[in-house]
């Protein structure tokens, strides 16, 4: 099908995209990547009556290293090149691991991060990741250019929602740096490799001076309206030894964080099933990491 007719604007700057979507109203929507978007306007499921395309706005889209040794990435920063970003591997490597399982590579050279984080998709990577790594999101409106930081446990608020107004664009992101003796993890099973997964975490883990479970962030997706952070799990591990009895108790703990839909792809009782069992391989992975300091699979 093709979509429904719309307006098309394609600004070039940031200040010009904020005038438009002020400007156009509430019925206007902004065109990252398109790999969203346009197929859900093909299926008429979109049908918005202006776009306003990002691509011709550069100053969207790096990688940066932030003076507090964590990273910013732009908005329109293509899936691609955080992939294949060195500082992101180094001050990042949760997101960098997490990067080759979004979908295929053609996808992930025309979708962006902000694109992806916007959509909140609940069956989408980057959300959960996002939640892991304590992420800031900075959005702005043509009244407030600088923008307002919005934690990421605050961002997602249900199934395909924001807290985005319909005047705010997502343009930048703030990752900050890991602690010392932090561990990460991410795993995720799908029916094929690049297809949304069935269930899917993100883990992190940082061990106090005695090696002890100092603190643990646990964020699932795919099963929820959005990414879940497992806060029974992580209550279940802090102040612990890092045994795998812990890491068990831990992983079955998620059990009480999350309410997973069944559907065609899998019942509700494979998903609590998988959640469990990728919730310990990622717990025990970043535990891993965490007291050895090595990276890498
Ligand atoms: C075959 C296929 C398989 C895929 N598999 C996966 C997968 O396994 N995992 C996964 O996570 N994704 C998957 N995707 C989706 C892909 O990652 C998209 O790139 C991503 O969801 C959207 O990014 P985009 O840049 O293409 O955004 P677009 O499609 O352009 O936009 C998506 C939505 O976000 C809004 N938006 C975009 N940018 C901003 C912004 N800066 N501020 C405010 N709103 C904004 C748009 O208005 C739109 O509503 C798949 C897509 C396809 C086609």
Known sequence: MKPAPFEYHAPETLDEALALLAECGPDAKVLAGGQSLVPAMNFRLAAPSVLIDLNRVPELSYVREDSSAGIRIGAMTRQREVERSAPTAERAPLLHETMPHIAHPQIRNRGTMGGS?????????????????????????????????????????????????????????????????????????????????????????????????????????????GPVLA???????????????????????????????????????????????????????????????????
């Open 117 to 225: 984080v916007a959509h909140a998709d609940p069956a989408a990577e980057l959300p959960a990741v996002m939640l892991a790594l304590e992420a800031r999101l900075r959005a702005c409106r043509r009244d407030e250019p600088d923008g307002r930081w919005i934690d990421a446990g605050e961002f997602f608020t249900g199934l395909f929602a924001t807290a985005l107004a319909p005047d705010e664009l997502l343009v930048e992101i703030a990752l900050p740096p890991l602690p010392a003796r932090t561990g990460w993890a991410f795993r995720e099973i799908s029916r094929r490799h690049g297809d949304y997964a069935l269930v899917g975490v993100a883990a992190v883990m940082t061990l106090d001076e005695a090696g002890l479970c100092e603190r643990s962030r646990i964020a699932l997706f795919s099963v929820g309206d």
């Open 231 to 297: 806060r029974a799990a992580a209550a279940a591990l802090a102040g612990e030894p890092v045994t795998d009895e812990a890491i068990r108790a831990a992983a079955a703990a998620v059990q009480r964080d999350i309410d997973p839909p069944g559907d065609i792809h899998a019942s509700t009782a494979y998903r609590r099933h998988l959640a469990e069992v990728l919730t310990r391989q990622a717990l025990a992975r970043a535990a891993e990491r965490a007291r050895d300091g090595t990276e890498g699979a």
